[in-house]
């Protein structure tokens, strides 16, 4: 299938359900025969971005980072899925900026609905002090000025998240509009 590259930011707190959108929405785009590729953020910090910490700079440097490898393959034709927490508004914008196909999904979900589905136990760790920098609990999160599109998990079911972003994806023209998926 014909489309074009562009990147596909999912953003949001831990346990918005970022990755589960973004495995979901990558299966759909599978379906289509689109060119694609997912960078989450927790796999490429063990690998992509090894060393980093969670200061603010760090952070920034993880973000720039991702945004670089989405850019490249942006740039050729891929459609790239991150689903990063990028707390931060300012880097995701020079992000979007640096890539121009660029389209920022975010997540949203009340923190409260987020810890409850922590199956890692990390915001409970961080409530506890155990883990310092977290964000939505000692660091901020940032949420997008004006998002693309805003998946709200606590109130919409995960097919409507995800047909909400692929519409927004036709509406763009980076999908043929109509194609059943």
């Known amino acids: 299938m014909e489309h074009r590259g562009v990147t596909v930011w999912l953003t949001g707190l831990s346990g918005a359900g970022k990755s589960t959108i973004t495995e979901a929405l990558a299966q759909r785009l599978r379906d289509r025969q ?23 700079e760090d952070r920034d440097t993880n973000i720039r980072r991702i945004g670089f490898v ?42 409260e609905v ?13 409530r506890a002090g155990e883990i310092k920098q977290f964000t939505g609990i000692d660091d901020p999160y940032e949420p997008p000025a004006n998002p693309e599109v805003n998946c709200e998990t606590h109130k919409e079911s995960l097919d409507e998240s995800v047909d909400k972003v692929i519409a927004k994806l036709e509406e763009m023209g980076y999908l043929p509009a109509g194609v059943p998926a």
């Open 70 to 111: 989405s850019h490249l393959l942006t740039r050729n034709g891929v459609i790239v899925l991150v689903s990063a927490i990028s707390p931060y508004r300012a880097v995701r914008e020079e992000v979007r900026a640096t890539i121009g196909d660029f389209m920022e999904v975010y997540v949203s979900a009340p923190l």
């Open 114 to 126: 987020c810890e409850s589905r922590d199956v890692k136990g990390l915001y409970k760790k961080a």
């Open 34 to 56: 689109c060119k694609l590729e997912v960078l989450d953020g927790d796999i490429v910090r063990t690998n992509l971005t090894k060393g980093l910490g969670f200061s603010k």
